[in-house]
């Protein structure tokens, strides 16, 4: 079909649209209208007004950039009230002792371990040491505890958290959630594509930049790891207002312990490597969540 252009005309100002028909097809008059321009900008503003309405009309969260995506969130023990908070102040009277007793902060965090397993901590930070905590939020008692003290600590990276670009796990991951959604939603293969943590994070060194031997880093039962690695806890991201999500927030811990730190600590912004290459027991443990004290059908741990 050939296509038709119109000839270019001069615009017009019109300051009056009139609207005039003299008879319908039953032949009856008809009033004649008349519509200035203010009318129809005005009228115009309230179509707009309206539109703006509905755009406010309140939708579902987009949770596709969030980590946790297939979580249930009340499965976790933390998630009841007033949980965390008995659990940090059992721990600040049972650790802390009067020349350390001015808490500098405090927060319930995911820390991730040389094998890439992330575990379920509180962290207690004051002006002398910080302390990471795996606390039985089911017999509501410590387990085991870690103190630091801030004047050992030489360097702090803030960053994204990722793996070497020859690790497998991302794609391993991608594999395993296109998995969950192809039984559950019956997609293809467009789901199996690679998976990116897209966490942030934060590593407290204190191994003055030396490396770790191999008998430490092949090691899977070694504990003095010279580093602790933080990132948000799952709870962060379903959680409604600004007060609830600080306690599970790790930028808090970062901010707080800027100030804390030896003026010769070595503070930088870069990406914080997981040196996790095919580490299939991590991704199962991590799927699962099974460093984390949850309701487990029957069974709670």
Excluded at 1 to 20: I, K, S
Excluded at 127 to 133: E, F, N, T, V
């Amino acid at each position: 079909m050939d296509e038709t252009y119109f000839d270019e005309v001069p615009a017009a100002n019109f300051e009056t649209v009139t609207l005039e028909i003299t008879k319908d097809l039953d032949g009856n008059e008809v009033n004649h209208s008349t519509a200035t321009s203010d009318e129809i900008a005005t009228a115009r503003r309230n179509m707009e007004n309206q539109g703006n309405i509905l755009n406010q009309v309140p939708v579902s969260r987009d949770i596709s950039n969030i980590p946790f995506k297939h979580i249930d969130i009340h499965s976790f023990f933390t998630d009841r009230n007033e949980v965390v908070a008995k659990a940090l102040k059992d721990c600040q009277e049972t650790l802390i002792n009067d020349e350390e007793k001015d808490i500098a902060g405090s927060w319930l965090l995911t820390e991730i371990s040389l094998w890439d397993i992330e575990k379920e901590r509180l962290v207690l930070l004051t002006k002398k040491a910080i302390y990471s905590i795996k606390y039985d939020f089911i017999s509501l008692k410590i387990l085991e505890y870690n103190r630091i003290p801030l004047s050992q600590i030489d360097t702090l990276v803030s960053g994204e958290l990722i793996y070497p670009p020859s690790s497998l796990v991302p794609r391993l991951s991608g594999l395993a959630e296109g998995v969950s959604s192809s039984l559950t939603s019956c997609t293809g293969l467009a789901q199996f594509e690679f998976s990116r943590r897209s966490m942030y994070g934060v590593r407290l060194m204190w191994n003055k930049g030396d490396p770790l031997p191999l008998t430490k880093k092949w090691n899977p039962f070694a504990k003095d790891i010279p580093w602790l690695t933080y990132t948000s806890h799952p709870l962060f991201w379903y959680k409604g207002s600004e007060a609830e999500k600080a306690n599970f927030d790790v930028e808090g811990l970062h901010s707080t312990i800027l100030s804390l730190l030896p003026v010769e600590c070595n503070v930088k912004t870069a990406s914080i490597i997981i040196e996790n290459y095919f580490g299939l027991g991590a991704l199962v443990h991590n799927k699962n969540e099974l460093g984390f004290f949850k309701i487990r059908g029957k069974v709670s741990f």
